[in-house]
């Protein structure tokens, strides 16, 4: 019944599409055992206050209450889902944050993740619905809109290359991350696709496409290939010099005061964008939309974080991981068409891909014994079980949905 009153909500906003799921019994089998499992190493590692690697704040907590509460066996009373909610409750700030308090880092990151965990609840909460109101607030405040002053004491207009992104908080420069888990909250808490936050978020998604209707960073990719990159901008000292986290030489390159060129985009972004995208409910026939469907068509790969250099390509492979399902999860389409290299000249062969049996049985292969699960590579906290676990499960989640 909760699923489904969330699926109705979402259908009346005009924010969803239904998928037409070809998972397999089988798949859906193994997917849930896989949960199941993931879900008991969450609860045998919760910390007595409620929480999950409280160091960041409450963020990782609602990432994991996020997984427990997608449950369909699993509500808001379970001894475990009860701890964790009180424990973000407990960090509700007074400007409607979640955070660990009135100055702790990372506000817009926090903020999102709890708020995506308690739209999980329900009405039943009165505590809850107040801090979803005052998050989306707070969040919505958070975005790089007209009239702010960046780092250099510049207003914002809607051409700066902060307009319309999020960043971790405060005056940090927006990313494509902080971006999609802003509006992954919105979509979770019922805000209206149609609603300006949404609007303005497209204008910076723009900005970090490699495609035509780049009015700012179209000449710097290597190839106007649909996929994305990580911001309009490295830091506050380098502010509308793009950056791909793939192409780390060339971000050397600008801080040593030479021209960016040669930019990469890579999968796990690209499904961020992607799916921001579908949250805005952006046109499918867009050329922005068609542009990253290519991109997802002539990289699809669930071995490697795509686009990534060869000796970082596990890199952000779970995010990757999360970021796939949920993206095409939202899209709503059961396969992908993979368009698999042409053989000597020839045309290229398109290949149906079903997505959730593919990521299912490579998610559950990274599994270990115990439930967890964790990647080789310590970049992004991906050596952190916890964290990797909680995107793992959601990944699934996704895949069986």
């Known amino acids: 019944m909760k699923r489904l009153q969330q699926l109705i909500a979402l259908l009346l906003l005009g924010c969803l599409c239904l998928p037409a799921s070809g998972l397999d019994d089988d798949h ?4 849930n055992a896989s949960i199941e499992k993931g879900i ?27 997984a427990l509460l997608e449950q369909p066996n699993i509500g808001p009373d379970d001894p475990t889902a009860a701890k964790a909610i009180a424990y973000i409750l407990k960090h ?40 979803i109101k005052g998050g989306q607030e707070f969040l919505k405040g958070t975005q790089w809109i007209a009239g702010m002053k960046d780092p250099d004491g510049k207003t914002i207009e809607e051409g700066h290359p ?14 494509i991350s902080n971006t999609q888990f802003a509006l992954q909250a919105f979509k979770d808490t019922g805000v209206d696709c149609e609603d300006p936050v949404f609007k303005r978020a497209l204008t910076f998604l723009n900005r970090i496409q490699a495609v035509e209707s780049n009015d700012m960073n179209k000449d710097k990719f290597e190839k106007l290939d649909g996929g994305f990159i990580y911001s309009t901008s490295i830091d ?62 002539k990289n699809y790969t669930l071995t490697q974080n795509p686009g990534m250099p060869e000796d970082q390509k596990l890199q952000g492979l779970f995010y990757y991981y999360i970021t796939m399902g949920r993206a095409l999860n939202a899209y709503g389409n059961s396969t992908v068409s993979v368009q698999l290299p042409s053989v000597d000249g020839a045309e290229p062969v398109i290949e149906k891909r079903d997505w959730a049996n593919d990521l299912i049985d490579t998610v559950v292969k990274h599994q270990h014994e115990e439930g967890w699960w964790a990647n080789t590579e310590s970049r992004w906290l991906e050596s952190q079980p916890v964290l990797v676990t909680a995107y793992a499960v959601i990944a699934l989640q996704n895949a069986i949905d």
Request: proline share 5%; aromatic share 8%; with cysteine.
């Open 40 to 66: 008991a190493y969450l609860r045998a590692n919760q910390a007595e206050d409620g929480s999950w690697m409280p160091d960041m704040g409450p963020a990782v907590t609602g990432l994991a209450l996020t």
């Open 236 to 297: 506050k000292d380098h502010i509308g010099v793009a950056e791909s986290k793939a192409s780390q030489d060339q971000i050397d390159e600008a801080k040593a005061g030479r021209p960016v060129s040669g930019l990469r985009s890579y999968g796990s972004v690209t499904y961020a964008g992607f799916k921001s995208m579908v949250y805005a409910n952006l046109d499918r026939d867009d050329p922005r939309m068609k542009a990253a469907l290519s991109w997802i068509s």
């Open 92 to 131: 509700v700030q007074e400007d409607g944050s979640i955070r660990k308090g009135p100055d702790g880092i990372l506000a817009s990151y926090n903020t999102a993740l709890c708020l995506s965990a308690l739209a999980r609840i329900g009405g039943s909460n009165p505590e809850a619905a107040s801090a």
């Open 28 to 31: 859906w089998k193994k997917a």
């Open 162 to 175: 902060f307009y319309g992104g999020f960043g971790y908080g405060g005056s940090g420069r927006p990313d």
